[in-house]
């Protein structure tokens, strides 16, 4: 999938949650309940069903990444309560230029993130090494998604390929945004592959 699939507004509703990336493409299921954020859903369902999913650098969130994904509600289920339960899927890469407003949630004024290609060495050898990292984790007993492998021998754009196993396999939430923020393609792939090393090591 290339650039997004709606037209990136201006600015975007921001949900800050700890350890949470969005990257494009992925699928992410969101319990909202929190009133600050019920009200944010309300504003996103009725402009454009779209927002940025970011993570906080501190502990007190008064302190984000700039650089976040953007999502599409793809579905949302109203509890009785109040609360919902959402999927919310990843169009693409953000980055924060300003806020336009902080309380009760964040607004974001934002620019969208674009992969380039950047320079390429020995990337089918690299694209190789991923899929035998994949299926380590396999052999480990670790459950993958259903679809994950068909997606994974499917695709042929390089830049989706590593967001999708960033996003699947990648457990520390740090090195999760250090994909989030690599825009050119080979690096991201040299920095996946380590990461995936590290994790199974």
């Known amino acids: 999938m290339n650039g997004i699939i709606e037209p990136l507004p201006p600015t975007l509703p921001v949900m800050v949650l700890p350890g949470v990336t969005l990257f494009p493409n992925a699928l992410l299921p969101l319990y909202i309940f929190e009133p600050r954020y019920r009200e944010m859903l309300e504003e996103a369902l009725g402009a454009g069903r779209m927002l940025a999913m970011a993570m ?35 169009v693409c890469r953000v980055r924060f230029i300003g806020w336009d407003q902080l309380s009760p949630y964040r607004i974001a004024r934002v620019e969208e993130l674009r992969s380039n290609e950047g320079e390429h060495h020995d990337l089918e050898s690299k694209v190789t090494q991923l899929h035998a990292l994949c299926a380590r984790f396999k052999e480990q007993g670790i459950e993958l998604p259903s679809q ?18 960033a996003s699947t396999l ?20 040299e920095k996946l592959l380590a990461g995936l090393r590290a994790q199974l090591s």
């Open 170 to 189: 990648v457990a520390d939430p740090r090195v999760r945004q250090m994909l989030l923020e690599e825009v050119e393609i080979p690096r991201r792939l």
């Open 56 to 90: 906080p650098r501190n502990e007190e969130e008064s302190d984000v990444e700039m650089i976040a994904g953007a999502g599409l509600v793809r579905a949302c289920i109203r509890n009785d309560n109040g609360t919902s339960n959402l999927i919310l899927q990843g």
């Open 148 to 165: 994950f492998e068909a997606y994974l021998n499917q695709i042929t754009n390089i830049g989706v390929i590593t967001d999708l196993v």
